[in-house]
């Protein structure tokens, strides 16, 4: 226990004193996270904010046509997008002086409306048609619409007397949970991976110092003294896994640091230190 002991010393002051132990793993260990947050932040604020042309006015024969346009507009601003009124969408969008643009507004069948051909009638009250630029932009302007469309309802509902929280209720669906749960959910997926960084720090450095000893010659001497091979590589090994737990213990407190600077919005399971036992466990069992 003594020699293991001694050559664990002796391997943690090499690591130490090891520049790549700082270039490769103690520094990205460290800056990460904080550099991905600042470069995705500078994105963002350099992004510019989506226009979306709106006709003006929205078509007259629509139900309650003014409701629809104040619904419409808020929700469009309320999805991050800026409205441009305008007497043509169409024109506006050919030119390429929106990124979206809502071309036409029309009367559908309705649910309480009849049609000569039953397969041809719609549920839509009223229709839409919709431009845009990428389909991400075209599904946010979408969600925007169905917005405003639960408002306007809710808005009919009140006034003909109704409460929208108990008559908007028109059917209720329960979700039943598969009975067998996934073989590999994402949670595990994500602890895999940072195994496997992690791992790959001992690999890495595990296969450095022997290259390092073949080429300094210490190999030589360490097969000469009184030192059993199996102590060296446990005492190896132990070096690399202190080294392994400083960087879970950076890792962990990054990713803290990350949760609290965005609310609190991530979905992550609260920091216990069985985590960090289980992840220097299982890299433990990689190296």
């Known amino acids: 226990m003594r020699t293991i002991l001694t050559l664990l010393r002796m391997e943690l002051l090499r690591l130490s004193r090891t520049s790549q132990t700082y270039t490769y793993v103690i520094l990205p260990a460290l800056l990460?996270?904080?550099?991905?947050?600042f470069v995705g932040l500078v994105v963002i604020s350099l992004e510019s904010t989506r226009t979306v042309a709106m006709p003006d006015p929205l078509a007259d024969d629509l139900p309650l046509a003014g409701s629809w346009s104040d619904a419409l507009r808020d929700a469009l601003e309320d999805a991050g997008l800026r409205v441009v009124d305008t007497p043509d969408p169409d024109a506006a969008w050919q030119a390429g002086e929106v990124d979206a643009a809502i071309l036409s507004a029309r009367a559908g069948d309705g649910l309480d409306r009849s049609h000569p051909q039953l397969e041809l009638a719609s549920q839509d009250a009223i229709e839409l048609t919709i431009e845009a630029v990428d389909p991400d932009l075209q599904d946010r302007v979408s969600d925007a619409v169905h917005a405003a469309g639960q408002t306007v309802l809710a808005e009919?509902?009140?006034?003909?007397?109704?409460?929208?929280?108990r008559d908007l209720v028109v059917a209720q669906t329960t979700l039943l949970d598969f009975p067998h749960p996934p073989p590999f959910s994402r949670q595990r997926a994500a602890w895999a991976y940072v195994v496997f960084v992690l791992g790959m720090v001992g690999f890495f450095f595990c296969s450095l110092t022997g290259v390092a000893d073949r080429n300094e010659g210490v190999t030589e001497t360490l097969?000469?003294?009184?030192?059993?091979?199996?102590?060296?590589?446990?005492?190896?090994?132990?070096?690399?896994?202190?080294?392994?737990?400083?960087?879970?213990?950076?890792?962990a407190a990054n990713v803290v640091l990350l949760a609290r600077g965005m609310g609190r919005t991530l979905p992550l399971p609260p920091l216990a230190p069985?985590?960090?036992i289980?992840?220097?466990?299982?890299?433990t069992l990689c190296d």
């Open 278 to 283: 289980s992840l220097l466990g299982g890299t």
């Open 156 to 165: 009919w509902v009140i006034a003909a007397g109704g409460e929208p929280q």
């Open 32 to 37: 990460m996270l904080p550099t991905a947050v």
């Open 274 to 276: 069985g985590m960090l």
């Open 223 to 251: 097969l000469a003294a009184p030192v059993r091979a199996a102590s060296l590589i446990t005492a190896r090994l132990g070096a690399v896994l202190v080294l392994q737990f400083i960087v879970c213990l950076l890792l």
